[in-house]
């Protein structure tokens, strides 16, 4: 199981998780922008509310407002995993 409870980011920041993980949950603070790409397979990935069943290999979101310039968070997830969220708050 991986949990992250992100901080405000001061600029662009990347994220990568491989290794696989039966559940993945990674928050980010309100207002933060983040954009998604699974590069392995997940029973149940939740974005911003979105949830979809049985996806992966080369899945690509992006929260409403994602402006690569402003202080954002660029999340890969190289592993396969049950459950995968990605939600703020």
Request: charged content about 15%.
């Amino acid at each position: 199981m991986i949990r992250l409870e992100l901080p405000l980011p001061s600029g662009a920041v990347t994220i990568r998780i491989s290794g696989g993980a039966s559940e993945i949950t990674i928050r980010r603070p309100a207002g933060v922008a983040a954009r998604a790409h699974l590069k392995g397979w997940v029973s149940t990935f939740v974005f911003d509310g979105q949830t979809m069943s049985s996806v992966g290999n080369d899945v690509r979101l992006q929260s409403s407002g994602y402006d690569p310039t402003a202080p954002c968070y660029d999340i890969e997830v190289a592993s396969s995993a049950s459950m995968i969220t990605i939600t703020s708050g």
